[in-house]
T-cell receptor
Framework: NAGVMQNPRHLVRRRGQEARLRCSPMKGHSHVYWYRQLPEEGLKFMVYLQKENIIDESGMPKERFSAEFPKEGPSILRIQQVVRGDSAAYFC???????????????FGQGTRLTVV | AQSVAQPEDQVNVAEGNPLTVKCTYSVSGNPYLFWYVQYPNRGLQFLLKYITGDNLVKGSYGFEAEFNKSQTSFHLKKPSALVSDSALYFCAVRDIGAASGTYKYIFGTGTRLKVLA
């Protein structure tokens, strides 16, 4: 059972370009989370998705950022018109459906390191 | 909203000595608590979790954590530190979402552990 797969591992974009980050959750997992980690800082929650639904996007910047988790295919985090301040490591995590219990841990991918030049 | 706090940015300990990495939490209802470790340029790896039951939880790589309800703490411990334990450690809490069966994980700011040879 492959783990959470993120690609690309490293992404370089010029200011004003678009960045697309992909995340394939573990098999059988229906919850996907995106986090951002700035250098020497902790993990900041961005968005929580289930298939075809955004459950919680309270951590997403209001502009330029969007996320989706389609019925087929990976989850995508899209950053439009990137700026230098978007440079960070972006981590995806997934967890299985456990009803209302939610006692399971989340499993993380290796991250995508975005550099905006 | 649920939250966790890691009061120490860095902890230094000599190899062979016991180590403690502190975490306190603030939750409404029963706390679901987790510890993760992050090595350089890697994703987060799950160490252990507290859901219910015994207050002393044992996890991977010889780590354990003690849940203390009266002090609202969930400190990570290891009896004898190894140089290879040097990494960034995150405490996390499950935050219950508005809709049934939805939840996300909120992370602390992280504590850098340095084990000195």
């Amino acid at each position: 059972n492959a783990g959470v797969m993120q690609n690309p591992r490293h992404l370089v974009r010029r200011r004003g370009q678009e960045a697309r980050l992909r995340c394939s959750p573990m098999k059988g997992h229906s919850h996907v989370y995106w986090y951002r980690q700035l250098p020497e800082e902790g993990l900041k929650f961005m968005v929580y998705l289930q298939k075809e639904n955004i459950i919680d996007e309270s951590g997403m910047p209001k502009e330029r950022f969007s996320a989706e988790f389609p019925k087929e295919g990976p989850s995508i985090l899209r950053i439009q018109q990137v700026v230098r301040g978007d440079s960070a490591a972006y981590f995806c995590a997934s967890s299985p459906t456990t009803g209302t219990l939610g006692g399971t841990e989340a499993f993380f991918g290796q991250g995508t390191r975005l550099t905006v030049v | 909203a649920q939250s966790v706090a890691q009061p120490e940015d860095q902890v230094n300990v000599a190899e062979g000595n016991p180590l403690t990495v502190k975490c306190t939490y603030s939750v409404s209802g029963n706390p679901y608590l987790f510890w993760y470790v992050q090595y350089p340029n890697r994703g987060l790896q799950f160490l252990l979790k507290y859901i219910t039951g015994d207050n002393l939880v044992k996890g991977s790589y010889g780590f354990e954590a003690e849940f203390n309800k009266s002090q609202t703490s969930f400190h990570l411990k290891k009896p004898s530190a190894l140089v290879s334990d040097s990494a960034l450690y995150f405490c996390a809490v499950r935050d219950i979402g508005a809709a049934s069966g939805t939840y996300k994980y909120i992370f602390g700011t992280g504590t850098r552990l340095k084990v000195l040879a």
